[in-house]
């Protein structure tokens, strides 16, 4: 029953490697979207969000503004860890819920966390394997702006504010090299898979 943390920088192919995983029947969860669901409208969570940062980051919708909310926290370190501090613990105790749901459901399942702040926010936690996307920020660049339609200068500040590739790679149990082409990432992925089905 291994749980595996699965990281990377924006760009990095860490989707890809996800929705392969799963393909192969791992559980899946998703940080991103345990993100979106606790910052819900009516959660406690955006209840806290609001208090803070005040009434403008609500769009008229009841929903979180993320560009306003962005806007409030980007660059400023303080602020940042005031709202990771809000969010943190509630996408832990829901992620961790998650995991133990699927262990109880399976006890040999292979669970995935997908997870861009592993680093910065769960590096610590009992991880049986940390698998991270790579690829040289260049072409993660050139895929922000080819494949996202970011513009240069907005790409490369979404690199610079995540944490180093050196810092990633640092704590990686296993590294897959995502610069090639699909089927060969695709082709590491499934490699991963027999060895850790084979646990």
């Known amino acids: 029953m291994p749980l595996i943390a699965l990281t990377g920088g924006i760009a990095s192919g ?5 929705a392969r995983l ?13 993100v979106r669901e606790v910052q819900a409208p009516g959660s406690p969570v955006l209840a806290r969000i609001e208090e803070e940062f005040g009434a403008e980051v609500i769009g ?18 303080e602020r940042l ?20 749901a699927a262990f109880a459901a399976d006890p040999d ?17 009992p991880w049986d394997l940390i698998v991270v996307a790579h ?16 513009d240069e200068a907005s790409a490369q ?22 610069a090639g082409t699909l089927e060969t990432t695709l082709g590491h992925v499934d490699e991963l898979w027999e060895r850790v089905s084979a646990r």
Do not use: W
Not at 135 to 150: T, Y
């Open 14 to 18: 860490k989707s890809t490697i996800a």
């Open 22 to 34: 799963a393909e192969h029947g791992a559980e899946v969860v998703d940080a991103d979207r345990i």
């Open 60 to 77: 008229v919708d009841g929903a979180l503004d993320r560009a306003a909310l962005g806007a409030k926290v980007f660059g400023d370190d």
């Open 81 to 100: 860890a005031v709202l990771n501090g809000i969010v943190h613990p509630a996408v832990r105790a829901e992620s961790q819920r998650r995991f133990d």
């Open 109 to 125: 399942a292979v669970v995935v966390y997908d997870v861009p702040l592993l680093v910065e926010a769960r590096v610590d936690d």
């Open 135 to 150: 690829a040289p920020a260049s072409e993660r660049l050139r895929r922000l702006v080819e494949l996202r339609g970011m």
């Open 157 to 178: 500040a979404r690199i610079d504010a995540q944490v180093s590739d050196d810092r990633r790679l640092a704590i990686a149990d296993v590294v897959i090299d995502t």
